[in-house]
């Protein structure tokens, strides 16, 4: 499968194909019992608001409305930004972005990466159906350590581990 334009990702110093990365949904950051291999995913600064602008500004509305109704703002920084979008953030909120990118935005810019490299997940013909397991990640980000700017790219570095953890759902199996 073809890398998106401008988009690389290296495990171990090797080229990995973008279609086959993901993220640990569970226990994100955590030990690993799987070996564990350095990553570095970079990311042309142009093309991050392209990948992320619905789920980031999802992210942003969801921040608004939870900072209205309490008290205290869990990212008070971006409150006083005047939570504004990538594009803006890009221009003068560096640091705040990539804090964002690591905790609350790496899973759904992995996704967005892997649907632009033509990776469709498979549908399940039944409940609990094994072979419809999304199982792409044949790299997974166990972890992003750094988030870094760099002559127009942004840069990615942390550790993952090959293979996945899949989940089946096998309750309320049908015959």
């Known amino acids: 499968m073809a890398q998106v334009s401008g988009i690389r990702c290296e495990v171990g110093r090797q080229l990995h194909p973008l279609a086959f990365l993901g993220c640990r949904e569970l226990n994100y950051g955590q030990r690993s019992a799987l070996p564990l291999h350095p990553f570095r995913l970079s990311v042309p600064e142009a093309a991050l608001a ?11 509305q969801t921040c608004r409305e939870d900072d209205l109704q309490y008290e205290e703002s869990d990212l008070p920084e971006l409150k006083e930004a005047g939570y504004p979008d990538i594009t803006a953030m890009l221009a003068g909120h560096r640091p705040l972005l990539a804090g964002m990118l690591v905790d609350f935005m790496i ?39 750094q ?15 090959y293979g996945v953890y899949v989940i089946w759902l096998t309750h309320g199996r049908r015959a």
């Open 107 to 145: 899973g759904d810019l992995l996704a967005a990466i892997g649907r632009a490299s033509g990776y469709r997940p498979p549908r399940a013909r039944h409940w609990g159906d094994v072979e419809a397991a999304d199982d792409r990640a044949y790299f997974t980000v166990n972890e992003v350590q």
């Open 50 to 60: 392209g990948l992320l602008d619905a789920s980031f500004n999802s992210f942003l």
């Open 147 to 161: 988030v870094s700017f760099d002559y127009g790219q942004v840069l990615f570095d942390g550790q993952g581990y």
